[in-house]
């Protein structure tokens, strides 16, 4: 048996580690936002760096931070975060970052992929590690000003100060993460697993799961309502099941009648043909030709994903879906009886 993963608490971390040190968050998005505020209320110096004066710009000052010029905050900085789309990581790099950063200084990442897959070339002197929140950066910061966090990876791609872990800790328990758990990990483990993960069933496998349920009930002559129903809404309830109990306390909650069908007819859907695609998914992600894949496709416009949204936009399961979640936001019960 494996032995059970080393867990880095609160408690356990200085962030001595970082002071004098200043952070340059560029972007002021959704981590953006909840790094730079966690961080200031966590007393480490900020500047949020953007390329233009705009809304996130005018949020900023908002918020009560100082937003600069992205090539000015990383002047001034000696940590330098990435909180950008991973798409525009390399333009901004070479535009507004590596003309303008102290030697030495460290680039911190979100995610990563612009690291592994060496869109920016790395400084022989620069610290390089990632602190991975496991959430949208909403959460993270709703979390912490509750005094919680959310659980978060963290992995150190080049240590040239032999402090590189050290600040990568410092820099999660500052933004709230190592109040809930931090874990280790690696830059290539995170990027795999997680390209691997939306791909399959987060955001792939379950959207084409849901819709292929969704029409085959609605061609065999049922209500798209009922349709809905059965393999969409109440996907939430199991999902939160899973969440709170497991897969085995998920099965345990439902009806006799659900655990046996789920159990005989789940591994006949998802059966080693499928199985086999999902290495192939994987292999595609190790090797890099994802990566490829993707930024041929962000550099012409995006147009598998602005005709995938319109398509899915239109669809029967969408529509209907919408007119059902608008009708139930007012209150109006299904099914009541009146005499």
């Not at 040190?21 to 480490?44: C, E, F, M, P, T």
């Not at 000003?145 to 963290?154: K, Q």
């Not at 499928?274 to 990566?291: I, N, P, T, Y």
């Amino acid at each position: 048996m494996r032995d059970v993963v080393k867990v880095y608490r609160d408690e356990e971390i200085s962030l001595n580690v970082l002071e004098g040190k200043s952070v340059a968050i560029l972007g002021y998005g959704n981590q953006g936002r909840a790094w730079a505020l966690n961080l200031k209320d966590s007393r480490i110096k900020v500047y949020v760096g953007l390329e233009r004066r705009g809304s996130s710009w005018a949020k900023a000052l908002e918020d009560g931070l100082d937003p600069l010029p992205t090539s000015e905050a990383v002047s001034k900085a000696d940590i330098i975060a990435f909180l950008i789309p991973d798409m525009i990581h390399r333009d901004i790099w070479l535009k507004s970052v590596k003309p303008y950063m102290k030697e030495g200084a460290d680039l911190v990442f979100a995610h990563a992929f612009t690291v592994y897959y060496k869109l920016v070339d790395i400084p022989p002197k620069s610290d390089v590690y990632m602190i991975a929140p496991k959430s949208p950066g909403e959460l993270v910061r709703r979390s912490y000003l509750l005094g919680g966090g959310v659980p978060a990876l963290v992995a150190v791609y080049q240590d040239a100060s032999g402090k590189a872990f050290d600040k990568a800790l410092a820099m999660a328990k500052a933004i709230g993460c190592a109040r809930a758990g931090v874990i280790k990990t690696t830059f290539k483990e995170e990027v795999e697993t997680d390209l691997f993960g939306e791909q399959v069933i987060l955001v792939g496998g379950i959207v084409e799961l849901i819709r292929a349920s969704f029409e085959t009930l609605v061609e065999a002559g049922y209500q798209p309502e009922l349709a809905y129903f059965e393999t969409i809404n109440e996907l939430k309830l199991i999902v939160d099941m899973i969440y709170e109990r497991g897969l085995g306390g998920m099965l345990r909650a439902v009806s006799d009648t659900a655990k046996y069908g789920g159990l005989t007819v789940g591994k006949f859907i998802i059966d080693e043909s499928v199985r086999e695609r999902m290495r192939k998914v994987l292999e595609d992600v190790r090797s890099g030709k994802f990566a490829e894949r993707w930024l041929e496709e962000y550099s012409r416009g995006m147009p598998t994903i602005v005709e995938g949204l319109k398509e899915i936009d239109n669809s029967v399961e969408d529509v209907v879906g919408g007119q059902l979640r608008e009708l139930m936001a007012k209150g109006l019960r299904w099914g009541t009886h009146k005499d």
